[in-house]
Every structure is written in structure tokens, then in C-alpha cells.
């Protein structure tokens, strides 16, 4: 994927949901708690139940173990838009890891982040696709 820096059309305020986009795609998630406000609240609507994680320390960890520890990992595709006064903003990535089993699995999300008045997320509210075992194309 490359990088959202020169997306058109975004405003200065979606700088740390950019910024979060390329931290995932780089699994740079050291960078990516620096996206969060000190009082970052995630809720997740995941396929087996809606999570709640409070704080950058359990918000970064969250994105660590859905999104860390793979054997091969590419986000091969990620957009957003602003929805004054949110940003919306989406990704799927594809991935390989033991934890799932073998071969690949795709797996895509859409957020509404809230960007507080220093720039940081600090509310996002997301959905999630779950695991889904690659097809390859017919």
C-alpha cells in the first residue's frame, strides 16, 4: 500500500488518522500509540462480540495482537474521508500467521475516529470483518 501523505482532498485534522493508517500498513505500532489521545477509547464490534479497551497502552496492545506476530503481513488496501466532525477510514490486510493456521486469511475494518484539540484519536469506533481464509481467484 502506499502512503496516504498526499491523499487529495484531506484536511489538516486527519493528520494522525493518515499517520495510523501508515503505521498499520508498516506495523509500526510504537508510532502507532503516538496517534492516541491519553484518554483513547476503542469500541469493537468483532464477529463474536462489541470489545471496549480504554487508554493508548490497551488500545496499541489491541491492534499488536490482531495485527502483530504474523509471518507475512501487507495492508492491501486503506482509504478515509472526512465526516465532519469524524473520519472515517478503512483497511483490509492480508496476512499469514500461526495463530490462525495455515495459508492466508484477509481481514477488513471500518472506524469513525474522534480527533481531540491536540490532533490525536481519541475515540474510535470500530468494525470488523473477522479472519476470513484467502480465496484464490477463480
Not at 487529495?8 to 500498513?25: H, K, M, N, Q, Y
Not at 496499541?60 to 466532525?85: C, M, S
Not at 490462525?100 to 470483518?129: K, M, N, P, T
Request: hydrophobic share 40%; with cysteine; aromatic share 10%.
Amino acid at each position: 500500500m502506499t502512503s496516504l501523505a498526499d491523499e487529495p482532498g484531506i484536511t489538516g485534522s486527519s493528520e494522525p488518522v493518515r499517520v495510523f493508517l501508515d503505521c498499520l500498513a508498516q506495523q509500526d505500532f510504537e508510532r502507532l500509540a503516538s496517534t492516541f489521545s491519553d484518554d483513547v477509547h476503542l469500541r469493537a464490534l468483532l464477529p463474536a462480540e462489541l470489545r471496549e479497551w480504554e487508554g493508548p497502552d490497551r488500545v496499541t496492545k489491541t491492534f499488536v495482537r490482531w495485527f502483530g506476530n504474523t509471518q507475512e503481513y501487507e495492508l492491501v488496501d486503506a482509504g478515509l474521508e472526512v465526516i465532519h466532525p469524524c473520519m472515517h477510514m478503512w483497511w483490509r490486510a492480508r496476512l499469514r500467521a500461526e495463530r490462525l493456521g495455515d495459508g492466508w486469511f484477509v481481514v477488513e475494518q471500518q472506524a469513525y475516529a474522534d480527533i481531540d484539540d491536540a490532533h490525536r484519536i481519541q475515540r474510535l469506533s470500530l468494525v470488523c470483518s473477522g479472519y476470513k481464509p484467502e480465496v484464490p481467484a477463480r
